[in-house]
Structure formats: C-alpha cells, structure tokens
C-alpha cells in the first residue's frame, strides 16, 4: 500500500476568501487512495461526497500539492504544514478561482496541528 503525508487522515479547511469564504469542509483521505468531503457548516451540514482518486505531490519537507475532481471542477490545494495556510485552485471549462484559508488536522478526541515530516516518500501518485 502507498503512503503520504495526509492518507489516513482527516483534515478542516476553513477559507478566508473566494466563492466559499467563511465556509468549512471536512477532508478525509483514505488508506485505499479517495477522499471524502463534506460541508460541515452550522445546521446544515453536507452530505459525504466520495472521490474516487487524488493525486499529492510533496513540494517540500512541509508542503505538499493535492488535486481531485469533482462535479466537473478541479479542486488543487497547497498544504502548508508549517503555518497550516492553504492556497486553492478550483477550475472547470468555463472558470477558476483563486481561495485562500487555513487547516487542521481532526482526530477523534482533539484537533491537532499536523507535520508531514513523517511522510515515507518525497513525491506520491495515489493509484487506487
């Protein structure tokens, strides 16, 4: 089985800007390579979507690039696991906007902040 820095893991992304300003999505990475993502917003929280494939790259010892599509959109997202700021880049045939937010790693009793030093190899293609 293939391992990265966020396989296994289940992130918050809040953005500050751009068409989902001021909302929160729920990132869970899989072991088999998916992701599921949902709202987790007030008293309507969304319903689980689940992608089939991301792709990750590790950029740095504390920063790694992810893209999946969706719905006709690419989502690709910067990880800073240093300041745990991301920068994200969602796109379809007709428009693309640029979102700037923050994350942080969810587990079952506490938040925590994550470090991707742990990760075992420089640069992943997530195959299911």
């Not at 007030?42 to 992608?51: A, L, M, N, Q």
């Not at 994200?88 to 925590?112: C, D, W, Y």
């Amino acid at each position: 089985m293939k391992t990265d820095a966020i396989r296994g893991k289940t992130f918050r992304w809040t953005f500050t800007d751009g068409p989902m300003a001021k909302r929160t999505f729920e990132h869970s990475f899989e072991h088999k390579g998916s992701v599921t993502f949902r709202s987790i917003d007030g008293d309507t929280k969304g319903k689980p979507t689940e992608i089939g494939k991301y792709e990750l790259a590790q950029v740095s010892a504390t920063v790694c690039a992810l893209s999946y599509l969706s719905s006709g959109y690419t989502l690709t997202v910067i990880l800073d696991f240093e300041t745990h700021n991301l920068f994200a880049f969602s796109s379809n045939e007709k428009a693309m906007s640029l979102q700037h937010g923050t994350f942080e790693e969810i587990t079952a009793v506490h938040p925590r902040k994550h470090s991707i030093k742990d990760a075992k190899t420089p640069t992943q293609s997530q195959d299911p």
